[in-house]
């Protein structure tokens, strides 16, 4: 990366202080006390950045179009004008968790952005497809239930309805959140996408261990998220008698036990982790009449993840038994372990390495919008070191040069796929 | 219970019809959809229902008193004038928990103002004492901590200023509460009590049981209360090694479930609960960072309660230590089992049988403001059944005849304290 120049380079050069001054401005809108993010998706700090981000991109001549749930698509026009021409896509989210780090997601924004922006200033000809920086609604799933819901509905996975319909903690329906906003658009998408390159940091520790500067990230971990519901009896935790309480708290108290023991059955090859609890009225002297438990399990080996389902399943209705209360376990997502385009991540390989960087290749635990668009169209990641590995927590870092080089890679694959795409 | 008369009975005879009228128009205000109520200490709600109390007393002539902390002292000025007077005081709490019932202390409240306005009415003469109704300040402790905070202070547990201090949820104190619903008064109660005694439902299912009308309340359980706070490391539920998690809600689970084994083991003679959780950030994809864990235990027995006390935080430390997790729990609650005043009991034995009621003597496991009061002068209550023992819950119900009977008894019992107290 060097300075902007006036002399078009031939290959794309990202604009480093370009890419910082951005990244900045962006994670700036939602900062929290300890530097970390409260940026939930559709929120009003969400929507702030949304336009920084707009304006970033039409200044310098991106045409952006939004859809109904609120993806944004800046495309550079590099070949042919119309919105049926093949388009390669990059891009991520911005919104965040609710005590989120600045790099989850924005990173990847903001990388496309000075990205694609490196490669409209290098002036490329004979292009055969266009390029298009998106920003995909509600990813972390944090405010709006499932996660990656706008890349979700561009691949096809989920109906336009069903997504605006889901609700927030407080019934705000993204379709309402959308509008206060002003993303819910009339626009669409990339009718032909021909490849989705992401750019991420890894929230995990391999890299950093490994000494590796970029992560091609060949495939994903298998997900599967439960919520379960415990109906147990409100009653009053003094006179009423242990053997007539019909406790959901309880209950929910066996299950987080269990649902760990899974994994440590596993040695740790099965991650599993109970993150969120709703609980009816907690209060410290009422017996708990429901809670909403949120459980996840992940593993790279689909077999053992649906026998862990199965042995969740199991546990629940143990656990409801234990406490003499009802529990009704519903799977909400169920994402196998899968690959990306092969040929999307030797093109990644190779341009990490003609840029000088050394590469590891890994699977990512956690989901992203490229997963969601494997259903669509090739698609690929490229990761960048996490520090310590540490990721949803405000401290989340990436070094500088860390995050230059990601985006030096990310500009070098686009390059070559608007020339000459895969499949 | 009759009705009105025109002419003033020998002896105090409780209005029925004034009773439902006034305990109906109290049990309006923050009535559930489900016909519970949702009245938490200091709400609007709670002052609504405070107004339409104290104007039903001041209509009636007694003299009204705000303290400080919100207690609200309605004098009817038997005997002399002055507030060093000794004084009788009855009464019981209007604040609810969040989905509580409709009879919880304002039952108690109401309760006191029919039967000490049936003595008015009675014109009683050659008075040895004054007689107040008292409705005391957050009585439950759902909104703000510790519960019976009001009736605490004037009993000289807590410093005025604690009390004032105390925060809800959204960080708004007591003393900011009370100034909004216009309860933070200049006034004090009556400075030489000479009894308590505090009508109230059972909250239990033995009065029911046992097919009494009237409980005899002897003495109160100990209780026992922590909050145990387990501080772990908020990281992405995804990348994150399963060894690396420092999951604060793994050692809530661990806790919930070693919390109930300590009443398993005796049987279920001690009881537990845990009935909140407070957990930070509370999203399903994020190890969790923090909770705060509200737990209680209660006995008969003060050596098996203070053994308990010490499992219980040995149970905290392996919990943690099972996490990888710093806990820190603190005893917030530390009220030992006791005894009422044990010729008010006989008085309250003798009224019931003299009005041809059967009574049952017990204890109550739950804590009242007559149990706080219990420091500065004899008290002792009167209970009357729960239909199936259900309490702090919204279908809390008792027949409007074991109302009556209750409000009767107190009346009677009142009637003679003024005329020739105890002690």
Same mark, same amino acid.
């Given at each position: 990366?060097?300075?902007?120049?006036?002399?078009? #380079?031939?290959?794309?050069?990202?604009?480093?202080?370009?890419? /910082?001054?951005?990244?900045?401005?962006?994670?700036?809108?939602?900062?929290?006390?300890?530097?970390?993010?409260?940026?939930?998706?559709?929120?009003?700090?969400?929507?702030?950045?949304?336009?920084?981000?707009?304006?970033?991109?039409?200044?310098?001549?991106?045409?952006?179009?939004?859809?109904?749930?609120?993806?944004?698509?800046?495309?550079?026009?590099?070949?042919?004008?119309?919105?049926?021409?093949?388009?390669?896509?990059?891009?991520? /989210?911005?919104?965040?968790?609710?005590?989120? %780090?600045?790099?989850?997601?924005?990173?990847?924004?903001?990388?496309?952005?000075?990205?694609?922006?490196?490669?409209?200033?290098?002036?490329?000809? %004979?292009?055969?497809?266009?390029?298009?920086?998106?920003?995909?609604?509600?990813?972390?799933?944090?405010?709006?239930?499932?996660?990656?819901?706008?890349?979700?509905?561009?691949?096809?996975?989920?109906?336009?309805?069903?997504?605006?319909?889901?609700?927030?903690?407080?019934?705000?329906?993204?379709?309402?959140?959308?509008?206060?906003?002003?993303?819910?658009?009339?626009?669409?998408?990339?009718?032909?996408?021909?490849?989705?390159?992401?750019?991420?940091?890894?929230?995990? #520790?391999?890299?950093?261990?490994?000494?590796?500067?970029?992560?091609?990230?060949?495939?994903?971990?298998?997900?599967?998220?439960?919520?379960?519901?415990?109906?147990?009896?409100?009653?009053?935790?003094?006179?009423?008698?242990?053997?007539?309480?019909?406790?959901?708290?309880?209950?929910?108290?066996?299950?987080?036990?269990?649902?760990?023991?899974?994994?440590?059955?596993?040695?740790?090859?099965?991650?599993?982790?109970?993150?969120?609890?709703?609980?009816? #009225?907690?209060?410290?002297?009422?017996?708990?009449?429901?809670?909403?438990?949120?459980?996840?399990?992940?593993?790279?080996?689909?077999?053992?993840?649906?026998?862990?389902?199965?042995?969740?399943?199991?546990?629940?209705?143990?656990? &409801?038994?234990?406490?003499?209360?009802?529990?009704?376990?519903?799977?909400?997502?169920?994402?196998?372990?899968?690959?990306?385009?092969?040929?999307?991540?030797?093109?990644?390989?190779?341009?990490?390495?003609?840029?000088?960087?050394?590469?590891?290749?890994?699977?990512?635990?956690?989901?992203?919008?490229?997963?969601?668009?494997?259903?669509?169209?090739?698609?690929?990641?490229?990761?960048?070191?996490?520090?310590?590995?540490?990721? /949803?927590?405000? &401290?989340?870092?990436?070094?500088?040069?860390?995050?230059?080089?990601?985006?030096?890679?990310?500009?070098?694959?686009?390059?070559?796929?608007?020339?000459?795409?895969?499949?």
């Amino acid at each position: 990366m060097t300075a902007d120049t006036r002399v078009p #380079p031939a290959r794309p050069d990202p604009d480093a202080a370009a890419f /910082h001054a951005l990244f900045e401005s962006v994670a700036a809108i939602g900062r929290t006390e300890r530097g970390g993010l409260n940026r939930l998706a559709a929120s009003a700090e969400e929507g702030q950045a949304r336009d920084v981000v707009c304006a970033w991109l039409a200044e310098r001549g991106f045409a952006l179009q939004i859809d109904p749930v609120g993806n944004v698509y800046a495309r550079l026009g590099l070949a042919g004008a119309g919105s049926d021409s093949p388009c390669i896509l990059t891009g991520s /989210h911005l919104d965040s968790q609710p005590r989120g %780090g600045r790099y989850d997601g924005a990173y990847g924004v903001v990388g496309a952005c000075v990205a694609a922006d490196a490669i409209r200033r290098a002036r490329p000809a %004979g292009c055969t497809h266009d390029l298009a920086v998106v920003i995909w609604t509600n990813e972390e799933g944090a405010r709006f239930a499932p996660s990656m819901l706008g890349s979700g509905v561009y691949a096809g996975q989920y109906a336009t309805d069903y997504a605006l319909a889901s609700q927030d903690g407080q019934g705000l329906s993204l379709r309402e959140a959308l509008q206060a906003i002003g993303y819910h658009g009339s626009g669409q998408g990339p009718s032909s996408p021909a490849a989705c390159v992401e750019l991420h940091i890894e929230q995990g #520790p391999e890299l950093e261990r490994q000494g590796a500067r970029i992560g091609v990230v060949e495939g994903n971990w298998g997900t599967m998220k439960y919520i379960v519901t415990f109906q147990g009896v409100a009653a009053h935790t003094g006179p009423t008698p242990m053997a007539e309480r019909r406790d959901a708290l309880l209950a929910a108290g066996h299950l987080i036990v269990a649902c760990r023991s899974l994994s440590d059955r596993t040695g740790g090859r099965l991650l599993s982790s109970v993150g969120r609890l709703d609980v009816e #009225p907690n209060s410290t002297n009422v017996v708990a009449e429901r809670v909403r438990l949120y459980a996840e399990m992940r593993a790279t080996d689909n077999a053992m993840l649906e026998q862990a389902c199965a042995d969740f399943e199991s546990a629940v209705q143990e656990a &409801a038994r234990a406490a003499g209360v009802q529990a009704q376990p519903v799977r909400v997502t169920d994402r196998p372990a899968g690959r990306f385009d092969a040929a999307l991540c030797d093109r990644i390989e190779q341009a990490a390495t003609g840029l000088g960087l050394s590469t590891r290749r890994l699977h990512t635990v956690a989901g992203h919008d490229a997963v969601s668009l494997r259903r669509r169209c090739p698609a690929a990641m490229v990761f960048v070191p996490s520090v310590k590995g540490i990721s /949803h927590n405000e &401290a989340e870092h990436t070094a500088p040069e860390d995050l230059e080089a990601g985006v030096e890679v990310l500009a070098s694959v686009l390059w070559g796929l608007v020339h000459q795409p895969v499949a």
